[in-house]
């Protein structure tokens, strides 16, 4: 089910008014009610993958608290090691078995042999990257003893589900959003109140931005040989902004979704745009997914506290991987070594954590070496989303050889629209976040107040693009 | 929970407030703004009376230059057709035409697109912004639930159709950035030049047209001359003896023009087709009333 659906605006309140009027007296019930919810949100996609969903639920649920009847060491470590190879083997499987596959016959041809082949049609769960990081961080926990295992199945299956944040995460932590399962909900309208703001301003970003530069991005990079130089710079930002408003959109929705049932839910997106250095625009980017790997494989690997040499190790291990996450193609590789390549630096001059403030706090405009900063780290994060977005590495070069033509020309599109027809749009949204830099979100406030939250409605229905629907990119990782 | 609700319900009134006030705008523009599209323009013909009119798709409104046929005939025509118009638009824009103006002959272009019996999907675009009008609503209505919807909820279709019929037209037309049909009487350029040497295939169904017996009836009603043509098609491989054999007074031109020099693509032709297209209409059509 998308949240930016008929299907999702008629379901959300029925779960709600069930939830308020119906569950409100039993945590039990609460939490069955947000599992049996979070199972047919899931289900309305592909029902029969709700059996993986349900088996990773288990597994990991019986691991933990078989880790905690143990004392061994060694029985706790074997376990930890049951939990990985189940999830990570899923995951495998499902997301990297035909690219293993592919370059295994790829270098065997190489050298020589001849093979065949044997790759499946498998097709890639939805939220399978979320879910499987969300339960891993559980195990791991438990055997790190940061967390005790819960006995409760139903609040830990309703934790592994829970369906604003499932399949596009944010990636929860269990230690934060677990106990929540554990207690009772009461209704905060405050909360609720932030949490409607909220989904509003995600769905601002998806379908005013997201959707229409996806229109434009995936003419341009489709066709990029034809085009300017102008128009492939245009493609790539228009693309930058596709991917983080169609992300941090879903996430907004996400959090304003788990507010409305008095959950809190991690931020995800700081204003990563607004950063002066690659190591902040990183401390901005899907904050989830960033610091889970950092405390599950950067610290465990020494993190930066290990001699240079090993330093660079983890910072590489961490970016690669971290791209690798995003799917089975050598361009997220790529992208995750480029990251790393602009990062080390930071790290290895002891700069990484310069700017952890906000830009410009206190002022209305920047400063000119702010503005300089700022520039040069969105034009890294560009160079960054050629690779991302191309669908190979041979494209990405292409799409970049085509931008050093320097000709700069102004072009209409198949599209009947002219290349820089969403301007207009991208330097509204980024007016609206540099005068909200300082909150979780522009709409952010308790009170009810309807004068912005309106502007934004209008914004919505005039400028949303609602012909050519579009999937929210997250789901294919 | 109280508050709560209120102010959900503060925020549907006010985006139901919204809808309202943007389906006003958005279709005033349609009835009064610079034309974006040929139905608006034909909502603006009063009391015309011609000698022909031409309707169909944009390979009618490619193909038959009106300025031809009155230099060569003195005839007095209007090029009608709709880019994409399958069946039901084409009887839809008989029907409007009627509603307010006259002709003595209807030349009705109809090809592979025959059998289509339901909207389409971007023909029926242009319509959409006047489904208020029962007139219009009714030839939908049968197609769909969606288009009650349409009808029914204020600027929802705006909002799904943004980027044909959405804000970038209404901004253009209130620019003054319109279409001007009056010149062409009509007709429109194809651009482009055809690079693939390769047969254009389809297939007809050999069945009746519900939307092309309503147009007969009505003509027989109104007594206008009724005529069907097919254009030119870059090397046609198809059935169009279905059409000989379902529609009176029909033509196949599909065969004529055999050069790839003359196409904008299989199925269009660029202006200087047009043009000898144009001449051969009248030729066939017109022998009468040549100067």
Same mark, same amino acid.
């Given at each position: 089910m998308?949240?930016?659906?008929?299907?999702?605006?008629?379901?959300?309140? /029925?779960?709600?008014?069930?939830?308020?009027?119906?569950?409100?007296?039993?945590?039990?019930?609460?939490?069955?009610?947000?599992?049996?919810?979070?199972?047919?949100?899931?289900?309305?996609?592909?029902?029969? *993958?709700?059996?993986?969903?349900? *088996?990773?639920?288990?597994?990991?649920?019986?691991?933990? &608290?078989?880790?905690?009847?143990?004392?061994?060491?060694?029985?706790?470590?074997l376990l930890l090691f049951l939990s990985l190879a189940?999830?990570?083997?899923?995951?495998?499987? *499902?997301?990297?078995?035909?690219?293993?596959?592919?370059?295994?016959?790829?270098? *065997?041809?190489?050298?020589?042999?001849?093979?065949?082949?044997?790759t499946l049609s498998i097709i890639l769960p939805v939220g399978i990257s979320f879910y499987t990081f969300q339960t891993l961080s559980y195990t791991i926990d438990v055997?790190?003893?940061?967390?005790?295992?819960?006995?409760?199945?139903?609040?830990?299956?309703?934790?592994?589900?829970?369906?604003?944040? &499932?399949?596009?995460?944010?990636?929860?932590?269990?230690?934060?959003?677990?106990p929540q399962f554990h207690n009772k909900r009461e209704f905060d309208k405050d909360e609720a109140i932030i949490g409607v703001k909220q989904i509003i301003w995600g769905l601002f970003k998806k379908v005013v931005i997201a959707d229409n530069c996806a229109q434009f991005a995936n003419e341009i990079f489709a066709n990029h040989a034809q085009f300017s130089s102008a128009t492939l710079i245009l493609g790539v930002i228009y693309f930058s902004f596709q991917i983080y408003c169609d992300f941090s959109g879903y996430s907004d929705i996400a959090i304003g979704t788990a507010r409305l049932f008095n959950f809190k839910l991690m931020v995800n997106f700081r204003y990563p745009y607004f950063s002066r250095d690659i190591a902040e625009f990183w401390r901005r980017w899907h904050i989830s997914l960033t610091t889970w790997f950092r405390d599950y494989v950067y610290i465990p690997l020494g993190g930066s506290r290990v001699s240079r040499y090993k330093q660079i190790r983890n910072v590489f291990l961490v970016f690669?991987?971290?791209?690798?996450?995003?799917?089975?193609?050598?361009?997220?590789?790529?992208?995750?070594?480029?990251?790393?390549?602009?990062?080390?630096?930071?790290?290895?001059?002891?700069?990484?954590?310069?700017?952890?403030?906000? /830009?410009?706090?206190?002022?209305?405009?920047?400063?000119?070496?702010?503005?300089?900063?700022?520039?040069?780290?969105?034009?890294i994060a560009l160079f960054g989303w050629i690779?991302?977005?191309?669908?190979?590495?041979?494209?990405?070069?292409?799409?970049?050889?085509?931008?050093?033509?320097?000709?700069f020309s102004i072009e209409m599109l198949k599209i009947e629209r002219f290349s820089f027809e969403i301007i207009p749009l991208i330097l509204i949204l980024l007016g609206i976040e540099w005068f909200s830099r300082n909150k979780e979100f522009p709409l952010f406030s308790t009170k009810p107040n309807y004068i912005k939250v309106s502007f934004i409605i209008a914004m919505i229905l005039i400028f949303g693009s609602f012909s050519i629907p579009q999937d929210f990119i997250y789901f294919q990782f | 929970?109280?508050? +709560?609700?209120?102010? #959900? +319900?503060?925020?549907?009134?006010?985006?139901?407030?919204?809808?309202?006030?943007?389906?006003?705008?958005?279709?005033?523009?349609?009835?009064?703004?610079?034309?974006?599209?040929?139905?608006?323009?034909?909502?603006?013909?009063?009391?015309?009376?011609?000698?022909?009119?031409? +309707?169909?798709?944009?390979?009618?409104?490619?193909?038959?230059?009106p300025n031809i046929i009155f230099d060569k005939t003195g005839q007095r025509g209007l090029n009608l057709a709709i880019q994409a118009s399958g069946p039901l638009e084409i009887e839809l824009a008989v029907r409007e035409f009627l509603k307010n103006n006259t002709a003595k002959r209807f030349f009705i272009q109809v090809d592979y697109s025959y059998n289509k019996e339901t909207p389409d999907k971007t023909g029926q675009l242009s319509w959409l912004p006047y489904i208020v009008n029962n007139n219009v609503y009714k030839v939908f209505k049968p197609y769909g639930k969606e288009y009650f919807f349409y009808k029914h909820i204020p600027f929802y279709r705006y909002q799904m159709?943004?980027?044909?019929?959405?804000?970038?037209?209404?901004?253009?037309?209130?620019?003054?950035?319109?279409?001007?049909?009056?010149?062409?009487?009509?007709? !429109?350029?194809? !651009?482009?030049?055809?690079?693939?040497?390769?047969?254009?295939?389809?297939?007809?169904?050999? $069945?009746?047209?519900?939307?092309?017996?309503?147009?007969?009836?009505?003509?027989?009603?109104?007594?206008?001359?009724? #005529?069907?043509?097919?254009?030119?098609?870059?090397?046609?491989?198809?059935? +169009?003896?279905?059409?000989? $054999?379902?529609?009176?007074?029909?033509?196949?031109?599909?065969?004529?023009?055999?050069?790839?020099?003359?196409? !904008?693509?299989?199925?269009?032709?660029?202006?200087?087709?047009?043009?000898?297209? !144009?001449?051969?209409f009248v030729e066939v059509f017109f022998s009468n009333n040549i100067n």
């Open positions: 998308l949240f930016n659906s008929i299907d999702f605006a008629i379901f959300l309140p /029925i779960v709600f008014i069930l939830y308020w009027f119906v569950a409100n007296k039993n945590l039990k019930l609460q939490n069955a009610l947000i599992l049996a919810a979070s199972y047919v949100f899931y289900g309305w996609w592909d029902w029969r *993958f709700l059996s993986l969903l349900l *088996f990773s639920t288990m597994i990991d649920y019986t691991i933990a &608290l078989q880790m905690e009847k143990r004392y061994n060491q060694n029985h706790r470590k189940v999830n990570l083997g899923l995951l495998g499987f *499902f997301k990297y078995y035909n690219f293993f596959i592919d370059n295994f016959t790829t270098a *065997f041809t190489f050298f020589g042999g001849t093979i065949q082949p044997n055997y790190r003893r940061k967390i005790e295992p819960t006995k409760d199945f139903l609040s830990f299956a309703a934790f592994v589900s829970f369906f604003p944040q &499932l399949v596009a995460g944010p990636i929860e932590r269990a230690s934060n959003l677990l690669i991987v971290s791209g690798f996450w995003h799917g089975a193609n050598w361009t997220f590789i790529v992208w995750g070594a480029i990251n790393a390549l602009f990062f080390i630096p930071l790290l290895l001059s002891k700069k990484n954590r310069v700017n952890t403030d906000t /830009i410009a706090y206190n002022k209305l405009l920047p400063s000119l070496r702010e503005i300089i900063s700022l520039i040069i780290t969105y034009c690779f991302f977005r191309a669908s190979s590495i041979k494209d990405a070069i292409e799409y970049i050889r085509g931008i050093l033509k320097w000709d | 929970m109280k508050n +709560f609700v209120k102010y #959900i +319900f503060g925020l549907v009134l006010i985006l139901v407030a919204f809808m309202y006030l943007l389906d006003f705008i958005y279709s005033n523009v349609y009835q009064n703004g610079a034309y974006r599209n040929k139905v608006m323009w034909m909502n603006d013909l009063k009391s015309e009376s011609l000698d022909f009119v031409i +309707f169909g798709s944009s390979r009618a409104n490619n193909y038959i230059v159709f943004d980027s044909r019929i959405g804000y970038r037209n209404i901004i253009l037309s209130g620019l003054e950035k319109g279409l001007d049909y009056s010149p062409s009487r009509g007709y !429109t350029e194809s !651009t482009g030049k055809l690079k693939i040497d390769k047969p254009y295939k389809f297939s007809l169904k050999d $069945k009746q047209n519900p939307h092309l017996i309503n147009i007969n009836e009505v003509c027989k009603a109104k007594k206008i001359e009724l #005529i069907y043509f097919t254009s030119p098609i870059y090397k046609p491989e198809g059935n +169009f003896d279905v059409l000989k $054999k379902h529609l009176p007074n029909y033509y196949d031109f599909s065969n004529e023009l055999q050069n790839l020099e003359l196409y !904008t693509n299989p199925v269009h032709l660029n202006k200087q087709g047009a043009s000898i297209f !144009t001449e051969l």
